[in-house]
């Protein structure tokens, strides 16, 4: 892995944050800048548990791994 990236971006409201596996094997993550840095802290841990869990490379239905994902924060 060549690094996470953080970003702050003004997304729509139903939108708290993603991640993108980049071509040069580095991460970026994209938190919603109108959350409350508290949301946002959240949003973050739980984009890196998606990287922590190589969730990229999953089979599994999306909203299972999402639903796992959340617990546990």
Not at 2 to 11: R, S, T
Not at 49 to 65: A, L, S
């Amino acid at each position: 892995m060549n690094g996470v990236f953080v970003h702050l971006l003004d997304l729509p409201e139903e939108i708290e944050g993603f991640v993108r596996h980049n071509e040069d094997d580095s991460y970026s993550v994209v938190l919603n800048a109108k959350s409350s840095r508290s949301r946002q802290e959240y949003t973050l841990l739980h984009e890196l548990k998606h990287i922590r869990h190589r969730d990229f490379d999953n089979t599994d239905d999306v909203m299972e791994i999402e639903k796992s994902r959340k617990k546990r924060l």
